[in-house]
């Protein structure tokens, strides 16, 4: 099994529709991620959460909200999907407690919204 | 805020020719260093890292050296492999470690 683990891995969603994409981590870390990545925007963080009672904004957190419901689980939602909103999203868990700062990810989520 | 700048692409090279991608930062303190590597439909993986000024990080051919004095961790491959043909992200983490900020990836085309 996967370290970190997304899931779907696709959808297609309709404009105005709430969709939830979902993480799960078996790396026993406590800091978990979102990421969005756009063609030539490189990754963007959009949450991140340093345990279970912490929550954080990142540079694009409008439009989104996430939910950790475990330090295994941190999922991300979209209360209503736009079509910009299209893209591929990453979730990712690390140990920064000291260098090298290991970092994990999941394998992605392509979601477009139509 | 802190944050990555690295070369925009495609780059595009033969086969067996010499790879430069250049990468700078803007952060406080003594940020830890990443390149990480995506190839076509899958997910990011860490391909060489630094901690710490003068350190030069190595895997699979590919080599980076902290440079502090010019704020740089450029990427460098002696001879390129078709394989390599992936995208390239330039990324750190600042000294409070709170998440990695990415460059916005260099796209990197090697033909036969």
């Known amino acids: 099994d996967a370290d970190v683990t997304q899931t779907p891995r696709n959808r297609i969603t309709k404009t105005g529709k709430r969709i939830m994409l979902e993480c799960s981590q078996t790396?026993?870390?406590?800091?978990m991620y979102w990421y969005r990545q756009d063609p030539g925007l490189g990754l963007r963080l959009i949450y991140y959460s340093f345990d279970v009672k912490d929550i954080n904004k990142g540079e694009i957190s409008d439009g989104y909200s996430v939910s950790r419901q475990a330090q295994a689980k941190f999922s991300l939602s979209l209360e209503s999907a736009i079509p910009n909103q299209t893209a591929l999203y990453f979730c990712?868990?690390?140990?920064?407690?000291?260098?090298?700062?290991?970092?994990?990810f999941g394998s992605g989520t392509r979601l477009t919204v139509v | 805020g802190d944050s990555v700048t690295q070369m925009e692409g495609p780059v595009t090279l033969s086969e067996e020719a010499f790879l430069t991608i250049n990468c700078t930062y803007t952060a406080t303190g003594y940020p830890s260093l990443f390149w990480y590597v995506q190839y076509p439909g899958e997910g990011l993986q860490l391909l060489l890292k630094?901690?710490?000024?003068?350190d030069k990080g190595s895997n699979k051919g590919f080599e980076a050296t902290y440079r502090k004095e010019t704020t740089s961790f450029h990427l460098e491959k002696g001879s390129v492999q078709v394989s390599d043909s992936a995208v390239y992200f330039c990324?750190?983490?600042?000294?409070?470690?709170?998440?990695?900020?990415f460059g916005k990836g260099t796209t990197l085309s090697v033909s036969s």
């Open positions: 990324a750190l983490v600042d000294q409070a470690g709170t998440a990695l900020i």
């Open positions: 990712a868990t690390s140990d920064l407690s000291r260098p090298p700062y290991g970092y994990t």
């Open positions: 790396k026993g870390h406590d800091r």
């Open positions: 630094a901690t710490k000024a003068d």
